[in-house]
């Protein structure tokens, strides 16, 4: 946030209040991912920012919790559009989960206060709750099933996929969930310490990935070079 007061923000024209909305949203959304600590966000200083009496807000959002959660969701159909876009070329079932999960990692990279906004915790209970995150299910059940469709597509998998049950698809799920939880304590440990003399990031995705496929290295490394890195 800058250290001084937003300017006075002129009024919108009559019938354009969905600006403000947006500046709002622009403005929180700066503030979650900028903010030692986002947890500590108040409807007055985003009011502040964009320039606004605090009780401008009220029409467009009912309290700071909706105005949050409005941020979160955003963040996460970017995120979600950003994989769905990287494997959208992708021949095959491993080139497919390569490309999102190195688009998953990237933009975390690039993006870091945006994924601290999505994944860093510390948000109260009471202002972000749990079901606030329900978007990202989509993100998770995107690796789920890719992760999966990759697995399913070696020969000494495909009689397993082909009988699994309830209990396989529950597996499949915990596969999905654990390779998830690997691909963000890369980003996050990459994004607090970024100054340490970090292997390539490519090389990284490519390991994580082999472990959970069982896939080579150098098969991994190769889809990871030519998918699409996200901008």
């Given at each position: 946030?800058?250290?001084?007061?937003?300017?006075?923000?002129?009024r919108?024209?009559?019938g354009?209040g969905?600006?403000?909305?947006?500046?709002?949203?622009?403005?929180?959304?700066?503030?979650?991912?900028?903010?030692?600590?986002?947890?500590?966000?108040?409807?007055?200083?985003?009011?502040?920012?964009?320039?606004?009496?605090?009780?401008?807000?009220?029409?467009?959002?009912?309290?700071?919790?909706?105005?949050?959660?409005?941020?979160?969701?955003?963040?996460?159909?970017?995120?979600?559009?950003?994989?769905?876009?990287?494997?959208?070329?992708?021949?095959g079932?491993?080139?497919?989960?390569?490309?999102?999960?190195?688009?998953?990692?990237?933009?975390?990279?690039?993006?870091?206060?945006?994924?601290?906004?999505?994944?860093?915790?510390?948000?109260?209970?009471?202002?972000?709750?749990?079901?606030?995150?329900?978007?990202?299910?989509?993100?998770?059940?995107?690796?789920?099933?890719?992760?999966?469709?990759?697995?399913?597509?070696?020969?000494?998998?495909?009689?397993?996929?082909?009988?699994?049950?309830?209990?396989?698809?529950?597996?499949?799920?915990?596969?999905?969930?654990?390779?998830?939880?690997?691909?963000?304590?890369?980003?996050?440990?990459?994004?607090?310490?970024?100054?340490?003399?970090?292997?390539?990031?490519?090389?990284?995705?490519?390991?994580?990935?082999?472990?959970?496929?069982?896939?080579?290295?150098?098969?991994?490394?190769?889809?990871?070079?030519?998918?699409?890195?996200?901008?």
């Open positions: 946030m800058s250290s001084k007061k937003a300017a006075t923000r002129r919108n024209p009559r354009q969905q600006i403000l909305k947006a500046e709002l949203v622009e403005a929180a959304a700066r503030l979650l991912a900028t903010l030692e600590r986002p947890e500590t966000l108040t409807l007055r200083q985003v009011a502040r920012e964009v320039g606004v009496a605090p009780a401008s807000i009220y029409g467009h959002f009912p309290d700071l919790g909706a105005l949050v959660q409005h941020v979160l969701r955003l963040r996460y159909d970017e995120l979600a559009a950003v994989m769905r876009t990287a494997a959208d070329g992708a021949e079932p491993l080139a497919d989960l390569v490309a999102r999960c190195a688009a998953y990692v990237h933009w975390g990279v690039d993006h870091p206060g945006q994924y601290r906004t999505l994944f860093g915790g510390g948000m109260p209970a009471e202002l972000v709750p749990t079901n606030a995150h329900g978007a990202g299910e989509e993100l998770l059940g995107s690796v789920v099933a890719s992760l999966a469709d990759a697995r399913q597509d070696q020969p000494e998998h495909q009689d397993r996929y082909e009988h699994r049950d309830r209990r396989g698809l529950e597996q499949d799920w915990q596969a999905g969930l654990l390779l998830w939880t690997a691909l963000h304590g890369l980003v996050a440990l990459y994004n607090a310490h970024g100054n340490m003399p970090w292997p390539d990031l490519t090389d990284l995705i490519a390991q994580t990935l082999a472990l959970h496929t069982g896939r080579p290295v150098d098969e991994i490394v190769e889809l990871a070079q030519t998918a699409d890195r996200p901008t």
